[in-house]
């Protein structure tokens, strides 16, 4: 490929990228699909229909991801999630901060672009803070004080922290095929428990788990694949096109909502382009309004007390400096990131629900003495 062509397969990037948020989005939208609502349900009602479909989404993007690799339509070395270097306490460390502080903020990242687009301004407040805080962390005052301490601990695995890799360095048997059958075996287990109650198998939980799980396969695609160029015509290296990590891509929110508020301040440097993490908040937003407009759940909210809109704020930034210390959000670990069985990410998911009912308790403690 030559220069000339990169313009327009970069914008065939954005445009499915965006694309398939747009229906990310609505889809949230219509069947409420959210971590910390599934986590809160469980808590408070013991109703678990919520956290089936995200064990739908699991074992859909799993079987995606990893059928994807064993077809070569990308390679699974391209994903920050499987680098070599396994941060484990940024992992626990950030993940408990997340995951506490979605509680705070009654909602993780991914679920207040789709408020937004449902008109609650409560959410924008929130996506704002988190921003700020996620941009600081990345680059600012508390990405020094990231990279100083968390992140000098780690454990350094050559072969990468992906499963099927671990596996494939001590047992005989190739990464891919030990990639499919982890994927088809956690795939059956989480199925299994999800579908077999009666609850499990209505056409809401199907189709959230089902949709998300396929949406965020077809972005490892577009990005992993549609997007990789093995030489850069400008560099002459491999190239992921239009992503901010470098790295093939797909639906995570904390850091591109950074970047996305970056893009809108600094619109007129010509060095700051479109990506496909900004392009994907955008059309999460955008999806969710449509479907809020559809149905005729779209209203407006703002917050009513002032210690809701501390709560609120105190908790958007635990999640954007806990989301980028961990690498990613729920969204981004508990779906994207476990989908490419990395260890890494299982760690970072078991700490964001440790965090979330560490949360829960805590508001439980603090509504008992009021």
Wanted: net charge positive.
């Amino acid at each position: 490929m030559d220069e000339s062509s990169l313009p327009a397969l970069m914008h065939q990037v954005l445009a499915a990228a965006f694309g398939l948020a747009v229906l990310f989005g609505a889809l949230c939208q219509r069947t409420r699909f959210c971590t910390m609502g599934a986590v809160s349900d469980v808590y408070a009602m013991g109703d678990w229909r919520r956290a089936r479909m995200w064990m739908v989404a699991m074992a859909a993007a799993m079987l995606g991801f990893n059928g994807l690799v064993a077809l070569g339509q990308v390679d699974p070395a391209g994903s920050i999630y499987t680098a070599p270097r396994l941060l484990w306490l940024s992992a626990v460390l950030g993940g408990l901060l997340f995951g506490f502080g979605m509680v705070l903020a009654s909602g993780c990242i991914s679920r207040h672009l789709v408020r937004l687009g449902g008109g609650n301004l409560k959410s924008l407040v929130v996506l704002l803070v988190a921003a700020v805080a996620a941009g600081a962390t990345l680059r600012g005052l508390t990405a020094v004080l990231r990279v100083a301490t968390v992140e000098k601990v780690f454990v350094e695995l050559p072969a990468g922290q992906a499963l099927p890799t671990l596996l494939a360095a001590a047992f005989p048997g190739g990464a891919t095929a030990w990639g499919l059958g982890l994927a088809a075996a956690a795939a059956v287990a989480l199925l299994a428990w999800a579908l077999l109650p009666r609850e499990g198998r209505s056409l809401e939980v199907v189709l959230a788990g089902l949709g998300v799980g396929v949406l965020i396969t077809a972005l490892w695609w577009v990005s992993g694949h549609l997007g990789f160029l093995p030489e850069d015509p400008r560099t002459l290296e491999p190239v992921y096109l239009a992503t901010n990590s470098r790295h093939m891509e797909s639906i995570s929110t904390i850091a591109p909502i950074a970047y996305a508020l970056d893009w809108l301040l600094m619109f007129s440097d010509q060095s700051k382009t479109l990506t496909l993490g900004i392009v994907s908040v955008a059309g999460i937003v955008v999806g969710a309004a449509l479907m809020a407009w559809r149905d005729g759940s779209f209203r407006w909210e703002g917050f009513g007390k002032v210690g809701d809109l501390g709560l609120h704020l105190v908790g958007a930034a635990c999640m954007g400096v806990g989301g980028i210390v961990a690498m990613g959000c729920t969204i981004g670990h508990g779906i994207t990131g476990v989908s490419t069985l990395s260890l890494g990410s299982f760690i970072a998911l078991a700490a964001m629900l440790a965090g979330a009912w560490l949360g829960l308790r805590y508001q439980e403690w603090r509504l008992a003495r009021s």
